[in-house]
């Protein structure tokens, strides 16, 4: 989720909206509350167990991008180990 939010342009970062249809980061629904949990990890505070559950629910959609951010020869561990 931090890594996601990373991606997010500044100024979308600052006001927890999307602005850019580019297909990195969050999309308009997830924007405010993923990168609202972002902040609050990146401050060093922990997510409540309701929090987890929204991210745990909303963060699968963003397999792509999570997925583009692993290094192609641990993917390809990755996918050995799950074949086996």
Known sequence: MVK????????????QTTKENNGIGFNGLD????????EQVNKGRNLSVKQMTIVYK????YWKQV???IPS?????????LVS
């Open 4 to 15: 996601i939010y990373e991606r997010q342009t500044i100024d979308e970062q600052n006001s």
């Open 31 to 38: 924007a405010n509350i993923l990168s609202s949990f972002a």
């Open 58 to 61: 909303k963060m699968p959609r």
């Open 67 to 69: 997925a583009s951010l």
């Open 73 to 81: 020869d641990k993917l390809i561990e990755i996918e050995t180990k």
